[in-house]
């Protein structure tokens, strides 16, 4: 059994914990918080985050739940230096920043770490790397959505006059089906995304007001088709809890003049927090395995073999999958 | 540069030759053939099969074009005791054989090779792979088509009363929209497919009996839903010249109780010849760089870190596509 810890315990860290549970070759060792381990609401071992120097020798890898903002980038470096280590760490700007720090990391405790693992970095960036290099003749597409986008809603709350809100990031559809049927386009993040707000107003707040406000905030919705629906408290409660996401990584590329092929991969998540769990316990399994055989430094998506991910063995992947 | 070796110049050898255009980092030494070289309708520099033993020193890597029936089985283990080779093996249920056949070969000469590149196997089988092990409560779909099926063509031009056809298997869009949906669904290959024919009549033929021998055909046709066109044979030569298909890869799953979890890779190919080619291409620019650091022995797409495929070093990728 691999032994897995898991290191911070928001949405990702309760989706860590529900996707152990499905891997019959994992086991959840414990949840590390800097929160009260008692105040948090599992049945698995929970321990103080200061703790987790107890337990170097009974944790095969590490999955780091938190921020990527604060939390990951100083815990990252702090914690490969002691564990394999997993994340989703998902600033692109920062990215090389990141691997160095981590580099410096693991080789200083002789480590593995595999680096923003997920689908957006992760299964979205390992299929741009796949479509590019098969179809080097062509054009790399990327859509997000439908899907809750977090910074948007974040940004319409911060409005006067609106009491809760969220935000939906659409795909434009007719732009997807354009490019599927390899027509010339005009691609950026404006044409290839709709907005959809649903806010619930403030008492006395007028409406007019507030959508001009949002529709117009620079950076969040300016140059982007949005749609603002004003909704009623109850029913943002009812309808808007969940935490959808997807979408779509589109390689538009030609073989020869003639040929116009289509490589296109897509995501329907019901829960992206979940979803991105899932993919960080394949890729922990990954990294345990890879540890084993005596690998150490910074991966990513790009550099793991993909029977790394699975729990069986390669010739029953072969004689079953291939 | 990679310098590369096509061996056999059917419709998969000419689409290898095409894409080795498109790559920056390889190049085309010859074309190898057991027909006469001067026959062979390319620029390219074209050789006897036999000579290929005076190009050990001269190749990094051999990309097999041969058919999967009687060619590969006898020119794999055959080459890959003096090349590195790369192959679109695509025989399923004799795989593990194969498999067993090219690692005899490989080690008996040091040297290393992919085989079942391509798309099926190939991308779709590692993306069943992924897709399973990011998923593990769930079930796997593949749909073929809108695709030209050879086999099924041939089956209808051999019915008593055709003078000429193709076929092409259509997925069942109904059924893929039920999967993506979550719905509970009964799929089995002849609910997932339809089957279209075109079809020429040859003179004095009866239309109803010939449509009833397709339809009815055991194996190929009975238990599907089968369309029978009957056109002339100038539209057959002005509209089903191509070489179209693709398909899609389904994981549809939950990572808990109420999170129902898409996750799909799909093509849409104008040549399948040349995509097939165009992954060999990429495998073969991995072959020639894992062979270069020192592996050796059978490797399949499962094997192979996606890093290998793209010519581009891995800082770039991690600052252009992480």
Not at 6 to 32: C, H, P, Q, S, T
Not at 185 to 198: G, L, N
Not at 236 to 253: E, T
Not at 262 to 276: G, K
Request: net charge negative; hydrophobic share 40%.
């Amino acid at each position: 059994m691999i032994k897995v810890g898991i290191v911070g315990y928001g949405n990702l860290g309760r989706g860590v914990e529900a996707n152990l549970k499905l891997a019959n070759d994992m086991e959840l060792v414990g949840i590390f918080s800097r929160r009260d381990p008692a105040s948090l609401d599992t049945q698995a071992p929970a321990y103080y985050y200061d703790d987790l120097d107890q337990f170097t020798d009974k944790i095969d890898v590490l999955i780091l739940c938190g921020g990527s903002r604060t939390d990951i980038p100083k815990q990252g470096p702090e914690l490969a230096q002691k564990f394999n280590t997993v994340d989703a760490y998902d600033n692109h700007s920062n990215m090389s920043h990141y691997y160095q720090d981590m580099q410096a990391a693991t080789q200083a405790g002789n480590k593995l770490a595999i680096i923003a693992t997920g689908w957006d970095p992760g299964l979205f960036s390992l299929n741009r790397l796949m479509g590019a290099a098969i179809l080097p003749q062509g054009n790399t597409y990327t859509f997000w959505g439908k899907g809750l986008s977090q910074g948007h809603g974040d940004a319409v709350r911060g409005v006067d006059g609106v009491a809760d809100a969220v935000q939906y990031t659409i795909p434009n559809q007719d732009l997807m089906a354009d490019i599927r049927e390899g027509k010339e386009v005009a691609y950026d993040s404006h044409s290839a995304h709709k907005r959809e707000v649903y806010a619930v107003l403030a008492d006395g707040a007028d409406p007019d007001q507030v959508r001009e406000a949002i529709v117009t905030m620079p950076d969040y919705f300016q140059g982007y088709e949005t749609t603002v629906h004003f909704i009623s408290a109850e029913e943002l409660k009812a309808n808007h809890q969940g935490l959808p996401h997807g979408g779509h990584v589109i390689r538009s590329g030609q073989t020869s003049p003639e040929a116009h092929q289509v490589y296109e991969f897509s995501l329907d998540l019901a829960s992206n927090p979940e979803f991105t769990a899932a993919v960080n316990v394949a890729y922990a399994r990954a990294a345990a395995r890879l540890a084993k055989e005596g690998v150490t430094g910074v991966q990513t998506v790009f550099d793991v073999a993909p029977k790394y991910l699975s729990s069986r063995p390669i010739a029953e992947l072969i004689a079953d999958l291939l």
